[in-house]
T-cell receptor, first 114, second 113 residues
Framework: NAGVTQTPKFRILKIGQSMTLQCTQDMNHNYMYWYRQDPGMGLKLIYY???????DKGEVPNGYNVSRSTTEDFPLRLELAAPSQTSVYFC?????????????FGPGTRLTVT | GENVEQHPSTLSVQEGDSAVIKCTYS??????FPWYKQELGKRPQLIID?????GEKKDQRIAVTLNKTAKHFSLHITETQPEDSAVYFCAASEGGGADGLTFGKGTHLIIQP
């Protein structure tokens, strides 16, 4: 299993441009998540999905959109990029053990908006 | 929503000594408390977690304690080694982790040789 994979690893966007961050997992996990991590800070939840066709907002959803058409893929769309969206973006998926949902993270995408 | 406070922001200990990192949470409905280790430029990695029906959990040199009444939980690392140097994050979740995690701001642990 490759686990959780993300593309691209790095990206520089100009203000107002759009892009899609890709996330794929091959573990057949139902739950998937997008977080952002600003420098020196903890991660903040942007959106999550409990299964194909179902998505929900997290703590910081403004400026982002998601879709979940398959179990494996959970892309994050940035429309009209702003400097405040400069961050490292982590995708995660969850395996349930003993009633708790352990989250496993992808390698991250470092995004700079200038 | 949930709010997680983490202290200290930086912790420097001598190799071989113990390190303790503390977190408090605000939502009494939270029931799942994981700890993540993040090395520079890498992804967070789960090192230990605890559910609200347990007061303490141990895995080799790492232990976590939970006080539900006071709404705080702590990470204990004994016999620290250079490879323990990293940023550690606590987190909390109401839905057992399934509805996402609320993270603390992190503790930079420095192991002095």
């Amino acid at each position: 299993n490759a686990g959780v994979t993300q593309t691209p690893k790095f990206r520089i966007l100009k203000i107002g441009q759009s892009m899609t961050l890709q996330c794929t997992q091959d573990m057949n996990h139902n739950y998937m998540y997008w977080y952002r991590q600003d420098p020196g800070m903890g991660l903040k939840l942007i959106y999550y999905s409990v299964g194909a066709g179902i998505t929900d907002k997290g703590e910081v959803p403004n400026g982002y959109n998601v879709s979940r058409s398959t179990t494996e893929d959970f892309p994050l769309r940035l429309e009209l990029a702003a400097p405040s969206q400069t961050s490292v973006y982590f995708c995660a998926s969850t395996v349930t053990r003993g009633g708790a949902a352990e989250q496993y993270f992808g390698p991250g995408t470092r995004l700079t908006v200038t | 929503g949930e709010n997680v406070e983490q202290h200290p922001s930086t912790l420097s200990v001598q190799e071989g000594d113990s390190a303790v990192i503390k977190c408090t949470y605000s939502d009494s409905a939270s029931n799942y408390f994981p700890w993540y280790k993040q090395e520079l430029g890498k992804r967070p990695q789960l090192i230990i977690d605890i559910r609200s029906n347990v007061g303490e959990k141990k895995d080799q040199r790492i232990a976590v304690t939970l006080n539900k009444t006071a709404k705080h939980f702590s990470l204990h690392i004994t016999e620290t080694q250079p490879e323990d140097s990293a940023v550690y994050f606590c987190a909390a979740s109401e839905g057992g982790g399934a509805d996402g995690l609320t993270f603390g701001k992190g503790t930079h642990l420095i192991i002095q040789p």
